[in-house]
């Protein structure tokens, strides 16, 4: 997959929607992370995976609070 | 002050023989903790009263003739983010609200107990169990007694630091991607994942929902297998635990690895960059060793390692940030400075990246059992570094590292950490034994026979000499 001609601006983005209140240092630190965080990301979807079921389970019985 | 032994093993043989009393045990655990805690920050909140009366009940019980198994009277920590019913639980955050967990035991706790055990108090913890220490937030921070210019390494920092300094004879830890093996490692002692499901997780604050295990931390194999026949079992209160059976690890320490199917895995650990030779050298002396010792040792390559790598790191992000979003709108200054940043980058990954890392976790469950079948365990490095300076840390440094934990978070595969040795400068190194799922008495059997004849597991930290004299 490729990565977002303007990391800067795609982070910025996804950081301002999700509401959180960084400084212009910790907005940097993310921007720095991002193309890291982005290939690891993209190295997932992979043909191997491609008809594979989530590990994900639901059960539609509430457990027993603990 | 009477000697304090070595392990759980001989403090629960000492107070069967009649040579120790489990108050005199306690005490002495007390009065290390008033001489050492100042400089190592092992302690949140000390419960000595607690312990005492405990103690003192533990002792009541041996004297009736009541044996409730090798806990009974052993001072064991546990860690912040564990819900006790007779002190706060605080996660070493501002966040958490005090409210949470109050007046409960969670399961491990309870079974402790239950078990006889004797509590000392909460350990510290990086904040809600994950990034680097704060010093400019109203907890202690976690010294390591093997070098208190050093970092215990983390999360159960605290429960790592106080067992290697003899504060308690056994603790507990949580881990989602290192959290009990990377404190072991740096702190000289031994510490178990177990299988995801194994251990009710009831109880804790969660890091990542579907990563986070707990488990034991001790001086040796022995000593967390006799903490773990306590801690394992289904318990209602947590949906991801497992029904199967219980087996009994103690009686599973053979002390022999004689034919045992071993699975050396270089290729994805020995080459890390910033890897210490040293620590690579005392792998391979460790492998040497479980070949002079009867094993049928073969290499082996873990597929797709860096991609479970990637997985373990997106899923970990992303059920974090669902946990904290709402705080870290609204608090973002009340975190630490380290912790903010780890919980929040899941803000920055999609919800289709978190749906694609569970489908990748579903081809890595299968390739990697398909790989392990004809083996019994996996053995590679824990980390191939000592403990590293406080000074400078910050979660870049972090990803730098050579550790090794997370892809066993991500499987869920029960994996031991136990020391194999130390860095020129002295520091421990440790290695990792990797189990298949519910494997664990295989795992502590392998880790108990190298510890029969090796003593790494049993050297005192020298950082602590001074003050402990």
Known sequence: MPEPKDVRAAVTAAVEAAGLPLTDAELEAFVSIYPALRAGADSLYIEAVRYEEPALVFTPVPPVQG | MIGVPSTLTEAAAALRSGTLSSV???EAVIARADALDGDLGVYITRMDNEALNAAAAA???FTAGIDRGPLQGIPIGVKDIIATRDAPTTAQSLILNPAWGAGIDAPVVARLRAAGAVITGKTTTMEFAVGMPDANKPFPVPHNP?????????SSSGSGAGVAAGLFFGALGTDTG???????AYCGITGLKPTYG?????????LGYSLDHIGPMARSARDCAAILEVLAGYDASDPTCSHAAVPPYLAALTGSVKGIRIGVERVNHLTAPNADPVAVAAFEDAAAWFISAGALVEEVAVPYYQEIRSANTVTMRGESTSYHLGDLRTRWEDYGVHTSKAVSQGAIVGAADYVQAQRFRSLA???????????DVLLMPTALMGAPRLAGLDHTSFMNWPTFTQPWNLLGLPALALPMGFTAAGLPLSMQVVGKPFAEATVLRVGDAYQRKTSFHLERPTGIAAVAA
Request: proline share 12%; charged share 30%; aromatic share 4%.
């Open chain 2, 146 to 154: 093997w070098d208190l210019e050093r970092w215990p390494g983390g």
């Open chain 2, 198 to 206: 194994r251990v009710p997780k009831s109880g804790c604050a969660p």
């Open chain 2, 24 to 26: 005199a045990l306690t």
């Open chain 2, 365 to 375: 469950r299968r390739v990697v059992a398909a790989m392990m079948e004809p083996l």
């Open chain 2, 59 to 61: 002792d009541r019980d």
């Open chain 2, 178 to 184: 290192g959290s009990i093996r990377l404190p072991a």
